[in-house]
Nanobody, 128 residues
Framework: QVQLVESGGGSVQAGGSLRLSCTATDLEFITSNNCMGWIRQAPGKEREVVAAIYTGGRRQVYADSVKGRFTISVDNAQNTYLQMNSLKPQDTATYYC????????????????????WGQGTQVTVSS
């Protein structure tokens, strides 16, 4: 059973930083390569994929709204991270870690409907 668990959310002032972590608990994830994404949803807004990475080759893509401020990464234990710097109030949202088995379709990775396994989310609040 695939389970993704996010952590690291919290409250921070504008200009601050947070690092989100995503831990997968299924053996298949740990032993194979997958496409991982960080997706956020603010109240009353559409879900937005902010970053995606292929765990096998480390290629990354970012939404324009976070380019230059957010960095997605994966470690050797296949944990996925989202380093968020220069945070803005508009970054306030619930952040979800999500996965697609196998390789990334780079034409689809910035579409939230592409991902079929999701974590429960972690709240990020940025105050001005």
């Amino acid at each position: 059973q695939v389970q993704l668990v996010e952590s690291g959310g919290g409250s921070v002032q504008a200009g601050g930083s947070l690092r989100l972590s995503c831990t997968a608990t299924d053996l298949e994830f740990i032993t194979s390569n997958n496409c991982m994404g960080w997706i956020r949803q603010a109240p009353g807004k559409e879900r937005e994929v902010v970053a995606a990475i292929y765990t096998g080759g480390r290629r990354q893509v970012y939404a324009d709204s976070v380019k230059g401020r957010f960095t997605i990464s994966v470690d050797n234990a296949q944990n996925t991270y989202l380093q968020m710097n220069s945070l803005k109030p508009q970054d306030t949202a619930t952040y979800y870690c999500a996965k697609v088995r196998g390789g990334c379709d780079w034409d689809l990775v910035l579409q939230h409907g592409y991902y079929n396994f999701w974590g429960q989310g972690t709240q990020v609040t940025v105050s001005s």
